[in-house]
């Protein structure tokens, strides 16, 4: 099969901000990894991205790979893959990588005055990123702004990719803690909020009464099972290329300054007004609890029981999760995302 797969839909029929998740597999190899690296070369050949081949498909030989991009790929574009050993010797794909998503994302906002996109991922400073975009750009807006659509106001309408891009991102291992106390525990305590009733149905059909009991260790199987799953609170952060200057919620503030004083100096004072606002966070349930404690065992605590700690102003600390129990399943689903914006995890070793 060909190592290489181009992108087959009409010119137009996808946004060049689109998200793209490209996988496949490839046939186990002579040489010193007991899991190989995929690397895959798109565009014009200058942007190497590094893909893990961890996940087994279940035939043995082969290891499934999968990467979700932000690459501003285009119909007609070409991407070129080969296995990378720990030697860094080069070695064919035997199966072909291929385009497994081509999505239009809600997820990316567009100045067309300014001539530039931000792309975010939900749970990594999400609401904040669109706050500070709204008042950067009332002025161009197409209509009432939503902050949770919009799109509406902001369409992205792109011929050409713009000369620079900002990309939001978040310690993945904290993202996905804060992702299932947010968005699977509300079950109990904020149904107007809560994502989680695809998984419960998953783990339990139709059986209400067990819903209780779904964990954390069934959250992190879920994902494993299901990595792209319908709703993107629960997508991996992407992958950006070079020319997307990347900010980390972990340092937002300043590290946001920086990319405007670098690439839109004149949004600058607008940006400092906003942040001197001090307008915080949309913080999470349990993260606006001043008293958070370390639970042992938290990880296989039904959401029922955590939940009820949090209605009670018992909020739970990230380390509760960090345990042998979860170490794997972490590696699994984030192990490439942390490796490549430099998180440092021993729960990933």
Not at 182 to 199: G, M, N, Q
Request: glycine residues 8%.
């Amino acid at each position: 099969m060909p190592d290489r797969v181009t992108l087959g839909w009409r010119a137009g029929a996808l946004q060049l901000a689109s998200r793209y998740v490209i996988g496949g597999w490839v046939e186990d190899f002579t040489g010193s990894d007991t899991h190989p690296w995929v690397h895959i070369n798109s565009l014009s050949g200058d942007a190497d991205i590094l893909v893990s081949a961890d996940l087994s498909t279940g035939v043995e030989g082969r290891f499934g790979f999968q990467c979700h991009l932000r690459q501003g790929l285009k119909p007609g574009d070409r991407i070129y893959a080969h296995l990378v050993g720990s030697d860094g010797a080069k070695h064919g794909l035997i199966g072909s990588p291929r385009i497994v998503v081509g999505l239009e994302s809600p997820l990316v906002l567009f100045s067309k005055e300014y001539d530039y996109l931000v792309y975010y991922s939900a749970k990594s400073a999400c609401t904040w990123i669109r706050r500070l975009f709204s008042f950067l750009h009332s002025a161009e807006a197409k209509g009432p702004v939503d902050i949770h659509r919009m799109q509406r106001a902001f369409p992205v309408d792109l011929k050409s990719l713009p000369a620079t891009s900002l990309g939001i991102i978040r310690d993945p291992v904290d993202r996905l803690i804060s992702c299932f106390l947010d968005k699977v525990v509300s079950w109990f305590y904020e149904p107007a909020i809560t994502r989680a009733e695809p998984l419960l149905l998953w783990r339990f059909g139709q059986d209400v009464s067990l819903y209780g009991r779904f964990s954390f260790l069934d959250f992190l199987d879920y994902l494993i099972e299901n990595p792209y799953p319908s709703d993107l609170h629960f997508w991996p952060q992407p992958l950006y290329s070079d020319n997307v200057w990347v900010s980390r919620v972990e340092s937002l503030e300043n590290d946001i300054q920086d990319f405007y004083a670098s690439e839109r100096s004149e949004l600058l004072p607008m940006v400092n007004e906003f942040i001197d606002q001090d307008v915080g966070r949309n913080a999470s349930r349990n993260t606006g609890l001043k008293n958070r404690l370390y639970v042992p065992g938290a990880e296989s605590l039904g959401i029922e029981v955590l939940s009820d700690m949090i209605v009670s102003g018992i909020g739970i600390r990230k380390e509760s999760f960090l345990r042998d129990a979860t170490y794997r399943r972490f590696a699994d689903l984030v192990r490439f995302e942390a490796c490549a914006y430099s998180y440092d995890h021993n729960c990933l070793d």
